[in-house]
């Protein structure tokens, strides 16, 4: 295999192996802490601007089996991983990692020191990163001045990079609902979950006017994840406020819930490392009850900001983190964390049964 190598922009550099398409790459360096689901997460379009590094030490060892994807493509930038199996079953698989990556154009370096890594990023906070495939020590100085002016992901709008182009449309074998959902970057099983439950999804581009959606007449919307910083997604937080002022009732998951806690008058703030992984512990301050989470996400609420008629429901119980808000008198709540799972477990699930609950409610109103 052909030598690469990690540059953050403080400096730091680590070596590696090249997997995948042979290139560069770059952006935030995340890593998640998951012990299985890398097809999910490497199609998960939160993920734009990213190189993704799991720490669970065998990465590919079932392969690619297309009924895991989270969107038609890989969104990463770059995968790092400390060991890349190269020998993987599975019943259904059809390709492996390697090839998938090189396929798709991603770089991928493995034989790296992940734990290192995840250590440091957890000390110093989230960093830029650029993957240089191949890698030659005499480029080093040249690479870590690359390396220092890349740009922060604050400054980037990439729901442009995953939104649809236009309204797509998921039909239920049986129709109960319909719901409008404002796409920033998706992930399929919250389409799923959805049209499983009965409703007919209209999928909008990020931007959609207000008006066009109350055109739909739908019985609810829903705001989804998304990659990048939701301060800079205020033409998308203006249409969400003038849809919860009609009433209509509103679940957001992930990004959704940061840009429906910035349309209902809160700030967010970018955390230190982020949450990233399926084991994260989120406490229902309503019923005390504690679930175990999937989660990825970089920015997060800030609860002094919110204003008295919003409430927190569910905090974070590593850092106290805004996990829920509901409104205390619009039908309107929100989960930063990801209730439809893939990968991670399904404690959350019932939420989009209360999502259904809510909208039966508002039309017996």
Same mark, same amino acid.
């Given at each position: 295999m052909t030598k690469g190598a990690l540059i953050l922009e403080d400096g730091t550099v680590v070596e590696g192996e090249s997997f995948g398409a042979l290139k560069d790459a770059e952006g935030e360096v995340v890593f998640n802490t998951s012990m299985a689901g890398y097809q999910e997460c490497l199609t998960d379009p939160s993920y734009r601007y990213q190189i993704l590094m799991p720490t669970y030490p065998l990465i590919g060892n079932y392969g690619v089996t297309p009924e895991r994807f989270e969107s038609d493509k890989i969104q990463v930038d770059g995968f790092i991983v400390r060991e890349l199996c190269?020998?993987?079953?599975?019943?259904?698989?059809?390709?492996?990692?390697?090839?998938?990556?090189?396929?798709?154009?991603?770089p991928g370096l493995q034989g790296v020191d992940t734990?290192?890594?995840?250590?440091?990023?957890?000390?110093?906070?989230?960093?830029?990163? #650029?993957?240089?495939?191949?890698?030659?020590?005499?480029?080093?100085?040249?690479?870590?001045?690359r390396a220092r002016k890349l740009k922060s992901i604050s400054e980037m709008d990439l729901i442009e990079l995953v939104t649809v182009k236009k309204p797509v449309i998921h039909e239920p074998e049986q129709l109960?609902?319909?719901?409008?959902?404002? +796409?920033?970057? /998706?992930?399929?099983?919250?389409?799923?979950?959805?049209? +499983?439950?009965?409703?007919?999804?209209?999928?909008?581009?990020?931007?959609?006017?207000?008006k066009e959606i109350l055109g739909y007449e739908p019985d609810g919307m829903m705001v989804s994840n998304g990659p990048g910083d939701p301060e800079r997604a205020g033409y998308i937080v203006k249409n969400i406020k003038r849809v919860i002022d009609s009433?209509?009732?509103?679940?957001?998951?992930?990004?959704? !819930?940061?840009?429906?806690?910035?349309?209902?008058?809160?700030? /967010?703030?970018? #955390?230190?490392?982020?949450?990233?992984?399926?084991?994260?512990?989120?406490?229902?301050?309503?019923?005390?009850?504690?679930?175990? /989470?999937?989660? !990825?996400?970089?920015?997060? #609420? +800030?609860?002094?900001s919110l204003p008295s008629e919003v409430e927190v429901t569910h905090i974070n119980l590593n850092d106290k983190s805004v996990e829920g808000i509901s409104h205390k008198s619009l039908p309107v709540y929100t989960v930063q964390y990801h209730p439809e799972a893939h990968p991670g477990p399904w404690d959350s699930e019932y939420l989009f049964d209360e999502f259904i609950g809510m909208m039966q409610d508002a039309k017996k109103d």
């Open positions: 190269e020998k993987p079953s599975h019943g259904r698989i059809i390709k492996k990692l390697d090839a998938w990556l090189e396929e798709e154009g991603i734990r290192f890594l995840t250590r440091k990023i957890r000390t110093a906070g989230v960093m830029n990163g #650029l993957l240089k495939l191949p890698y030659e020590a005499k480029e080093l100085e040249d690479l870590k001045e109960k609902k319909t719901v409008v959902l404002i +796409d920033c970057g /998706t992930k399929m099983s919250i389409v799923k979950s959805l049209v +499983d439950r009965g409703c007919k999804v209209i999928r909008v581009p990020a931007g959609t006017d207000a009433q209509l009732p509103t679940f957001g998951i992930c990004f959704g !819930n940061q840009l429906v806690g910035r349309a209902l008058g809160g700030d /967010t703030y970018k #955390l230190k490392f982020g949450h990233r992984g399926g084991n994260q512990p989120v406490k229902e301050l309503k019923t005390k009850r504690v679930h175990v /989470t999937s989660q !990825n996400h970089g920015f997060a #609420l +800030d609860a002094d």
